[in-house]
């Protein structure tokens, strides 16, 4: 007896054209086009510069151009990343009922496309490491390469906490918004003292506000909310980071810089809580004019179609990056001092540069993804959450030792100890082990695969619509 073939995938078009009337396109915007600011914001600061031994070493322009500091204060938009994902975490968890379920839904999205990165860059940094390749040069682009993995374990670590927050949220709606920046307050205390390790609590603290606000916005509340509100709300964040990184301790950066005595992001510290309200606010204002151009079908087709490859384009685009760098090491072009004249002008072939070695690397390997995002599966739930936390460790590992000889300890010092990225890879092999699902029989009225724009690790089958007039 033959097997039964499954029928091919929808396509875009399909997809888009599918799309339920009552779903709220602005939080599938939001998604993409914050990793789409993310890869242009590191592809722009990226700044190279040569080593006296003839290697690269990658700088940040922001090191020496200090004017350009509060640019920053758009370009950092994690926040806004992590309010849509809160907004998906929100809707996932009105369908799964167990901590494990959700937790597993989330990872088996993640952690295919991850579990290509991680292993393409240790084969790739092994071979360039025994072909001749100088290790400092290794150790620079796998540093590099390594950086969104940080990311994506607050990114998991939020996704295993979100059913105990969401719970405490259903109780009680809004008490966890004045007090999560107070929190964040006390911890950035800490930084420069005995206890700073404490302040990295602040990953979950500070972008667990965002998620806090995807709820919201799902339960229809922040909707609600008055324009004039708005302004009043987004003036106030404003005022206070002006405050807070003009005669208050902060630097104006909302990245970290070497030197800085403070750090507004390693970890993140409360201007990142501002600087995400601002943002919302902005967002919250535009509303009705996105959700109006975002009916065009041209631009909801744009906005499916990088949707369905935002982890792709995540995890991938300093490596094109690295890429784009190493063939012009190669060809021994040469490179103008870092923020003169030259280095500006010619920063826009270097932008295009990245942004084609990166597409090039999204058309390759962005079916691992779509093909995660399509399967019918879940979690077994009595080791869906185990495998998140093994993932969150894996990653943590990986990010801090980066992508330097598989086997040898490097990189970030992490609770008194260097780990080899090895160490990582095979906590995340572990956890895809014991988190993969079985088939899942449908239910009722309810379609396997994506729903159209989902993110990574939102589970499978179409969310229940949001209306706008909620």
Same mark, same amino acid.
Not at 102 to 125: D, K, M, Y
Not at 343 to 349: D, M, N, R, S
Not at 396 to 403: D, E, H, K, L, Q
């Given at each position: ?82 309010? *849509? ?75 295993? @906490? ?13 008490? @966890? ?7 964040? +307050?006390? +911890? ?12 990295? %609590? ?36 404003? =005022?206070?980071?002006?405050? +807070?990184?003009?005669? =208050? ?63 792709? @384009? ?16 190669? +060809?021994?072009?040469? %490179? ?89 890879? *095979? ?21 396997? =695969?994506?729903?159209? =724009? ?17």
């Amino acid at each position: 007896m033959r097997a039964r073939r499954r029928p091919p995938s929808p396509g875009l078009g399909a997809l888009a054209a599918a799309t339920p009337a009552g779903r709220d396109r602005l939080v599938d915007l939001v998604r993409a086009a914050s990793i789409v600011v993310v890869a242009l914001g590191h592809w722009s600061m990226a700044a190279l510069e040569p080593r006296p031994d003839g290697g690269l070493r990658v700088r940040n322009i922001l090191e020496v151009t200090t004017w350009a500091h509060p640019l920053t204060w758009l370009l950092q938009v994690m926040p806004l990343f992590f309010f *849509a994902a809160g907004f998906t975490s929100a809707l996932a968890l009105r369908r799964r009922r167990t901590w494990s379920e959700f937790a597993g839904g989330r990872l088996q999205r993640v952690l295919p496309p991850t579990l290509l990165f991680v292993a393409v860059w240790l084969v790739l940094s092994w071979v360039l490491v025994r072909v001749g390749v100088p290790a400092v040069v290794v150790d620079a682009a796998g540093d590099a390469a390594a950086m969104p993995l940080w990311f994506l374990a607050v990114f998991l670590l939020l996704a295993v @906490l979100a059913p105990a927050q969401h719970a405490l949220h259903r109780r009680w709606p809004w008490a @966890l918004l004045p007090v999560l920046p107070v929190v964040a +307050l006390l +911890l950035d205390r800490l930084q420069g003292t005995g206890l700073a390790p404490l302040g990295y %609590l602040n990953y979950v603290v500070v972008f667990g506000f965002s998620q806090e606000l995807g709820f919201l916005y799902a339960d229809g509340a922040l909707v609600r909310i008055r324009r004039r509100w708005w302004v009043v709300a987004t003036a106030a964040a404003l =005022g206070a980071l002006v405050l +807070l990184t003009g005669p =208050g301790p902060y630097p104006v950066s909302m990245l970290g810089l070497p030197g800085q005595r403070v750090s507004n992001m390693l970890p993140p510290s409360a201007c990142v809580i501002a600087v995400g309200v601002v943002q919302l606010g902005v967002v919250m204002l535009a509303r009705p004019a996105l959700q109006r151009w975002l009916q065009r079908p041209r631009v909801w087709r744009a906005t499916v179609a990088a949707n369905a490859v935002v982890m792709t @384009l995540f995890l991938w685009h300093i490596t094109g990056l690295v890429l784009a760098a190493v063939a012009a090491y190669l +060809l021994g072009l040469p %490179l103008p001092p870092i923020g003169s004249a030259r280095w500006w002008a010619e920063k826009p072939l270097w932008l295009l540069a990245a942004a084609v070695v990166t597409a090039g690397l999204v058309v390759l390997l962005s079916p691992v993804e779509r093909a995660a995002a399509g399967r019918g599966h879940t979690a077994p739930v009595r080791w869906g959450g185990v495998a998140a936390l093994l993932a969150v460790a894996g990653l943590t590992v990986v990010a801090c030792s980066g992508f330097a000889d598989p086997l040898q300890r490097s990189g970030v010092v992490l609770a008194g100890q260097q780990f080899a990225p090895a160490a990582g890879a *095979a906590l995340l092999a572990l956890a895809w082990l014991l988190g993969r699902g079985g088939p899942r029989s449908a239910r009722a009225g309810q379609r396997p =695969g994506r729903s159209v =724009g989902e993110p990574p690790g939102s589970g499978t089958g179409a969310p229940p619509p949001v209306s706008s007039s909620r």
